[in-house]
Structures are given as C-alpha cells and as structure tokens.
C-alpha cells in the first residue's frame, strides 16, 4: 500500500472512520492511494460512499508567507490512474480543491492530509458545515508543517483532541 502514513497513523485513521455515524468519507490529499485505500475497505463494508480530491500533478501553490513548506510540484509521483485502479469504487476528483468539489452528501469523515495553508483552509471551510454530528475531520500535517497547523488553529484553536500518536481531528457536535 502506497502511504507515507505509517501503519500507526493509519490505524488511527480507520479506527476513527469506522465509528463516525452515516455519511460519505472524504479525503483531500490522495497521493498515491494508501490511506484512501483503507478508507476504501471501511467504505465498502459499511455501504459508504467515499470521494478523493486530489491534483495528481503534485502540489499546486505555494505562500511561504502562511508557513508553506511544500513547493509547486512536490509529491507529483503519483497519477489518477494508479489510484484508480487502487479504489476503482471511489469517486475521485482530480484538480485543485474546492474548484472540483461534487454534492456528497453528509460527511462522517474527512481526511485533510493537503500539506499547504491554502488547501487545509478551503478544506475546512468548504468541507466542515458537511459534517454531520459526531463526525470527525482528521488533519494529517498538524504540528507537522506550519502553514497546516495554522489553518487549523485559525478554525478550531490549538486544543484539539489527538491520536496517541499525535494527530489531531474535530469532532462536529
């Protein structure tokens, strides 16, 4: 399975989304399928849609001045066609997000693994009144690269709850 998560991180990730009510799963940064590939599974057996939003061309902006670390480019070894074939019951949208959002429904679940300021910020603001209640949004590069944490803590503080290993998520109340 292709992911830079490690298997700890997407543990958390599956065990987050199995509990989440009825509703869509959702993930902003794709790459190269990995944790798209286990939300899949989950998605499947609980009779779930499942929608990827990604370039597939890499990352598609960078403002060093919101504490982006990630340039134009970066992470563009990946294709449409190698997670199509790794989710082919997926809805996968490819472009710049939210230019390519669909109606999805309610969302249980919401993966934002989109590294820049810009992409978590329009995640959360386009994807977060989605939420039903108890549904989760889980944000991969929090604390991990500034201008992710900064999207999030401009949002919902710097108290959020975490993973024991460190990622954060919301949960709509």
Request: with cysteine; aromatic share 10%.
């Amino acid at each position: 399975m292709p992911s830079l998560l490690n298997n700890e991180s997407l543990r958390y990730l599956a065990e987050l989304a199995e509990g989440t009510p009825a509703g869509a799963f959702v993930e902003v940064g794709v790459y190269q399928g990995g944790s798209a590939e286990v939300l899949a599974g989950i998605a499947e057996r609980q009779d779930r849609a499942l929608y990827l939003y990604d370039t597939f061309t890499g990352i598609p902006m960078y403002e060093p001045e919101n504490g982006d670390a990630h340039r134009i480019g970066d992470f563009s070894d990946t294709s449409l066609e190698s997670v199509r074939a790794l989710v082919p019951k997926a809805v996968i949208l490819p472009g710049i997000f939210p230019g390519t959002i669909v109606d999805m429904g309610p969302i249980a679940f919401a993966h934002i693994d989109a590294d820049q300021y810009r992409s978590v910020k329009d995640s959360i603001a386009y994807l977060w009144p989605q939420i039903v209640p108890g549904g989760v949004m889980l944000f991969d590069d929090y604390k991990c690269l500034d201008g992710a944490t900064r999207a999030v803590a401009e949002t919902f503080g710097y108290d959020l709850p975490a993973t024991p290993n460190g990622k954060v998520y919301a949960i709509k109340g």
